[in-house]
């Protein structure tokens, strides 16, 4: 299949743009009622560990260069394995949008839009997308290449504006809710570096080949920094890090800042580009569904069904009424299944076509 071909900073947007639209959301929030005061602690120890996974990645990726984890899967286990495997990450891409989708719509009614129905909002977003994607994946990819860094300075700017309010004493206890919550059942918050899910598609999509493992690292790097950059700003500014239930814990940093002293409502720029962002990863999402069944099925056109995943998308974003069961779902969904598919099967897979490949290069040497 043709592939729209990446250059390193593109491949490097399309991982970040998923983790900034959690960390507007609820990723910060996610991880300090786990670790308490010690989150930043916790950002630092996961931030290592899932660097140490992008080295193994890399290195299992090497003897695939060029290959997505829908190839690889099917090297290792046929037709059947490949189905499966594109099956699951159709699946994940597709609730991961809805949830996202109507999590985001939700608080936007609540701040701007009250007098609208939800219906309206999920729609509007779902539409962008596809229209997105039955215009040109290259001007998704190149939109989303504009948006990122602008959506990166948004949440830095949120960050710097409230440094007035640090306190050190905030960030004790040191061990916040105890070293257990840091090292072990804080392990799993490498679920953060989600967007990593992009990393096994990109191999056959980048100019050059070998630049998987810069990717990789560069996009960790730059999730690692700004997750840390968000925690550390709702430890050290603010005083009960565990209320923060407003838009999300960024529009809380912002609407507490100073920026007001500068512009006039400037929550309406920074929702916009949020707003903006999520759109792109809903593009984008509908784009790698349609790459992944373009790969299952072996069809030669299929923007078209770009409105019929928009449409999976809706109904499930619409089947939950409670919001703090929609949040609960949400963020379970999230967590397990980050860490199932990403770092679990993902690098299953990899590992077992890796021994295969060693055993069948053996063979033939002997």
């Given at each position: 299949?043709?592939?729209?071909?990446?250059?390193?900073?593109?491949?490097?947007?399309?991982?970040?743009?998923?983790?900034?639209?959690?960390?507007?959301?609820?990723?910060?929030?996610?991880?300090?009622?786990?670790?308490?005061?010690?989150?930043?602690?916790?950002?630092?120890?996961?931030?290592?560990?899932?660097?140490?996974?992008?080295?193994?990645?890399?290195?299992?990726?090497?003897?695939?260069?060029?290959?997505?984890?829908?190839?690889?899967?099917?090297?290792?286990?046929?037709?059947?394995?490949?189905?499966?495997?594109?099956?699951?990450?159709?699946?994940?891409?597709?609730?991961?949008?809805?949830?996202?989708?109507?999590?985001?719509?939700?608080?936007?009614?609540?701040?701007?839009?009250?007098?609208?129905?939800?219906?309206?909002?999920?729609?509007?977003?779902?539409?962008?997308?596809?229209?997105?994607?039955?215009?040109?994946?290259?001007?998704?990819?190149?939109?989303?290449?504009?948006?990122?860094?602008?959506?990166?300075?948004?949440?830095?700017?949120?960050?710097?504006?409230?440094?007035?309010?640090?306190?050190?004493?905030?960030?004790?206890?040191?061990?916040?809710?105890?070293?257990?919550?840091?090292?072990?059942?804080?392990?799993?918050?490498?679920?953060?570096?989600?967007?990593?899910?992009?990393?096994?598609?990109?191999?056959?999509?980048?100019?050059?080949?070998?630049?998987?493992?810069?990717?990789?690292?560069?996009?960790?790097l730059i999730c690692g920094i700004f997750l840390i950059l968000s925690i550390s700003t709702l430890v050290y500014a603010f005083s009960d890090i565990y209320t923060i239930n407003r838009f999300s814990p960024m529009y809380f940093i912002l609407i507490n800042s100073?920026?007001?002293?500068?512009?006039?409502?400037?929550?309406?720029?920074?929702?916009?580009?949020?707003?903006?962002?999520?759109?792109?990863?809903?593009?984008?999402?509908?784009?790698?569904?349609?790459?992944?069944?373009?790969?299952?099925?072996?069809?030669?056109?299929?923007?078209?069904?770009?409105?019929?995943?928009?449409?999976?998308?809706?109904?499930?974003?619409?089947?939950?009424?409670?919001?703090?069961?929609?949040?609960?779902?949400?963020?379970?969904?999230?967590?397990?299944?980050?860490?199932?598919?990403?770092?679990?099967?993902?690098?299953?897979?990899?590992?077992?076509?890796?021994?295969?490949?060693?055993?069948?290069?053996?063979?033939?040497?002997?």
């Amino acid at each position: 299949m043709n592939y729209t071909k990446l250059g390193n900073f593109e491949a490097i947007c399309l991982i970040v743009i998923l983790f900034i639209n959690h960390i507007v959301l609820n990723l910060p929030q996610m991880i300090i009622d786990n670790s308490g005061t010690a989150s930043i602690l916790n950002c630092v120890y996961i931030l290592i560990l899932v660097l140490i996974f992008a080295i193994l990645v890399a290195k299992l990726l090497k003897r695939f260069t060029g290959l997505d984890i829908i190839d690889i899967s099917e090297y290792l286990g046929g037709k059947f394995l490949k189905i499966l495997i594109g099956i699951l990450c159709i699946a994940f891409l597709v609730i991961e949008t809805a949830f996202l989708t109507r999590m985001f719509s939700k608080n936007l009614l609540l701040v701007y839009f009250e007098n609208y129905p939800i219906t309206f909002i999920v729609f509007l977003f779902l539409f962008v997308g596809v229209v997105a994607n039955l215009i040109s994946k290259k001007s998704i990819i190149k939109t989303n290449t504009i948006l990122v860094p602008i959506a990166l300075l948004s949440i830095l700017l949120t960050s710097i504006f409230v440094i007035d309010l640090f306190r050190a004493e905030r960030s004790l206890p040191i061990l916040g809710n105890g070293a257990d919550k840091i090292f072990l059942t804080g392990a799993s918050n490498i679920f953060a570096f989600n967007g990593l899910f992009f990393l096994f598609f990109i191999s056959p999509m980048l100019n050059k080949k070998e630049s998987t493992s810069k990717v990789a690292f560069s996009s960790i790097l730059i999730c690692g920094i700004f997750l840390i950059l968000s925690i550390s700003t709702l430890v050290y500014a603010f005083s009960d890090i565990y209320t923060i239930n407003r838009f999300s814990p960024m529009y809380f940093i912002l609407i507490n800042s100073r920026f007001s002293v500068f512009l006039e409502r400037p929550e309406a720029i920074f929702i916009f580009i949020w707003t903006l962002a999520l759109m792109s990863f809903i593009s984008i999402a509908i784009m790698f569904c349609l790459n992944i069944f373009q790969k299952l099925s072996n069809m030669k056109e299929v923007k078209p069904l770009s409105a019929a995943i928009a449409t999976i998308i809706f109904v499930l974003s619409m089947l939950i009424d409670n919001v703090f069961t929609l949040e609960t779902y949400a963020n379970a969904f999230y967590k397990y299944s980050s860490l199932i598919l990403i770092f679990g099967v993902f690098t299953l897979v990899l590992i077992f076509a890796n021994i295969k490949k060693r055993v069948l290069e053996g063979k033939r040497k002997s």
